[in-house]
């Protein structure tokens, strides 16, 4: 699948690059830190990063290549437990029950992770083989507010390195001069367009109003 949408011409006039000798003729390989900095072993400054990032975007792929990505969140020391220096833990939280990572790693197991800390440019990057847990004795640590997770996805750490900060500061995510919230429509109106259409706007107004915080943790 992967060497055939390689392979496949752009519709736009552009030359499609189909092999990595001519990628590298674009973009020469790394050097130096770039090329050498891919650990297979948690660091003492990864588990600090871990420990206080709130937030991580899960990547996962099904047997067929088809690709997910779902945001997780808690508030920090909460979204990861790290169970050696091979190993990391990330709860399950209440959601919409689509489960589209979990559907993803019953098939294939791969996964990759970025952990994000507000503020901050530099990501953590870990990539490895994930499995659903149930049961653990560590979940019962996990709890937040009166949410004990059922389920964990618990990876084994193959690749682990730091990112830098470029595309944090390209996008001036984390400068408030820069951010138009009200750029596009606010969710209840993109939910009621896309997703509830059978209710008024008012109804998906209420559902995503000032209660919607209370109820994120079940």
Not at 45 to 67: H, I, K, Y
Not at 89 to 96: F, K, L, M, T, Y
Not at 150 to 169: G, P, R, T
Not at 170 to 192: F, G, L, M, N, T
Request: charged fraction near 25%; charge should be negative; glycine fraction near 6%.
């Amino acid at each position: 699948m992967t060497h055939e949408l390689s392979s496949r011409p752009s519709r736009f006039g552009g030359t499609t690059v189909t092999s990595v000798e001519e990628l590298r003729e674009i973009i020469p390989p790394p050097l130096g830190p770039a090329a050498g900095k891919v650990r297979t072993a948690l660091h003492d400054l990864d588990r600090q990063w871990l420990e206080a990032s709130p937030l991580c975007l899960v990547a996962t792929s099904d047997a067929d290549g088809n690709l997910d990505v779902s945001p997780k969140g808690d508030p920090a020391g909460s979204l990861v437990r790290i169970l050696d220096d091979r190993t990391i833990a990330i709860p399950e939280r209440p959601g919409n029950r689509r489960t589209d990572g979990y559907l993803n790693v019953l098939e294939n197991p791969h996964v990759g992770l970025i952990f994000v800390i507000p503020g901050r440019g530099d990501t953590l990057r870990v990539n490895g083989s994930a499995r659903i847990v149930r049961d653990a004795p560590y979940l019962a640590e996990l709890q937040v507010r009166r949410n004990l997770p059922v389920l964990a996805l618990e990876i084994d750490v193959e690749e682990v390195f730091h990112h830098c900060s470029k595309a944090f500061l390209r996008s001036k995510a984390w400068d408030p001069d820069a951010w138009d919230p009200e750029s596009v429509p606010r969710r209840a109106v993109i939910a009621h367009t896309l997703e509830r259409p059978e209710q008024t706007l008012a109804e998906v107004e209420q559902h995503y109003g000032p209660q919607y915080v209370e109820t994120i943790y079940g």
